[in-house]
């Protein structure tokens, strides 16, 4: 085996990465397909997810992939999706919780219903899918190779902004307090659990800020590295974990964003 390979290659491991129709997780889909994968892409519209899987295994990468719908934001949803992978796979290397809604209303406006679903998906729906799917990860984890769990939260998820995102920003510190309470857990059954905490990619989630060139070029210009994040970056960090360079990670907060996580307006004594 290659090198490379041998630190960064996925082939022969089934993976499952939730709202992988668009945005990051298609980004992470497409670099484990790459990588030699075997990835089920599941979201709220299957019809999406069979056309995202097509499209992927049409690239003649070395991996699969095969869509499906699924919806973490419901006990019942959760129960389905879980069902539906065990009947597809009695291994599961990697878990990818990429799925995530957000809401956006003035704090004196903000809506009871608009934390309940934001906190539903991205907290709840993350927890109880994990726990199911356990036995899969048990089966497919080793001393050498351990199964993996990568959780989606986000740069709002270290530093005290909101946006109006209330619920957003919460859902997202939970979700980085919960990945390190995991982590612990988890090592015992060589299962390694980190996170990704990126700053601004296009998706359809911050389409309202990144959609056209120009606009993501203006956000870019207020990140520490000045640009925002392009789709290398998520598939190079995807593969990192994933791979043999990840088997010795766990409990990490990777901050996919450009410096934003160290970036403040605070000055002592420099003007």
Same mark, same amino acid.
């Given at each position: 085996?290659?090198?490379l390979?041998?630190?960064?290659?996925?082939?022969?491991?089934t993976?499952?990465?939730?709202?992988?129709?668009t !945005?990051?997780g298609?980004?992470?889909?497409?670099?484990?397909?790459?990588?030699?994968?075997?990835v089920?892409?599941?979201? @709220?519209?299957?019809?999406?997810?069979?056309?995202?899987? #097509?499209? *992927?295994?049409?690239?003649? #990468?070395?991996?699969?992939?095969?869509g499906?719908?699924?919806?973490v934001?419901?006990?019942? !949803?959760?129960?389905?999706?879980?069902?539906?992978?065990?009947? @597809?796979?009695? &291994?599961?290397?990697?878990? /990818?919780?990429?799925?995530?809604v957000?809401?956006? #209303?003035?704090?004196?406006?903000?809506?009871?219903?608009?934390?309940? &679903?934001? *906190?539903?998906v991205?907290?709840?729906g993350?927890f $109880?899918?994990?726990?199911?799917l356990?036995?899969?990860?048990?089966?497919a984890?080793?001393?050498?190779d351990?199964?993996?769990?990568?959780?989606l939260?986000?740069v709002?998820?270290?530093q005290?902004?909101?946006d109006?995102?209330?619920?957003?920003?919460?859902?997202?510190?939970a /979700?980085? $307090?919960?990945?390190?309470?995991?982590?612990?857990?988890?090592?015992? @059954?060589?299962?390694t659990?980190n996170?990704?905490?990126? !700053?601004?990619?296009?998706?359809?989630?911050?389409a309202?800020?990144?959609?056209?060139?120009?606009?993501? &070029?203006? /956000?870019?210009?207020r990140?520490?590295?000045?640009?925002?994040?392009?789709?290398?970056?998520i598939?190079?960090?995807?593969?990192?974990?994933?791979g043999?360079g990840?088997?010795?990670?766990?409990?990490?907060?990777l901050?996919?964003?450009g410096?934003?996580?160290?970036?403040?307006?605070?000055?002592?004594?420099?003007?």
């Amino acid at each position: 085996m290659a090198y490379l390979d041998e630190l960064f290659s996925v082939a022969g491991k089934t993976a499952l990465v939730t709202g992988a129709a668009t !945005g990051i997780g298609r980004m992470i889909a497409t670099a484990l397909v790459q990588g030699g994968a075997r990835v089920l892409i599941a979201s @709220r519209k299957a019809a999406d997810c069979e056309k995202v899987a #097509a499209e *992927l295994n049409a690239m003649g #990468a070395p991996g699969s992939a095969e869509g499906f719908g699924a919806d973490v934001s419901t006990e019942q !949803g959760v129960d389905a999706l879980a069902a539906e992978v065990k009947a @597809r796979t009695d &291994k599961l290397h990697i878990l /990818v919780n990429n799925a995530g809604v957000s809401w956006g #209303a003035p704090l004196e406006a903000f809506p009871y219903s608009g934390w309940a &679903k934001v *906190l539903n998906v991205n907290v709840t729906g993350l927890f $109880h899918l994990t726990r199911q799917l356990l036995p899969l990860l048990d089966a497919a984890a080793s001393d050498e190779d351990p199964a993996r769990v990568i959780n989606l939260g986000s740069v709002m998820g270290t530093q005290p902004l909101a946006d109006d995102a209330y619920s957003y920003t919460a859902s997202k510190a939970a /979700v980085h $307090h919960l990945t390190k309470t995991l982590a612990n857990e988890f090592a015992s @059954r060589r299962i390694t659990v980190n996170a990704f905490a990126p !700053g601004p990619f296009q998706s359809r989630m911050t389409a309202f800020a990144t959609a056209s060139d120009d606009q993501a &070029k203006t /956000v870019g210009s207020r990140v520490p590295l000045g640009r925002i994040g392009a789709p290398s970056d998520i598939a190079a960090a995807t593969l990192f974990l994933c791979g043999r360079g990840g088997s010795y990670v766990t409990g990490a907060i990777l901050p996919l964003d450009g410096g934003q996580s160290v970036q403040h307006g605070m000055t002592l004594f420099k003007e």
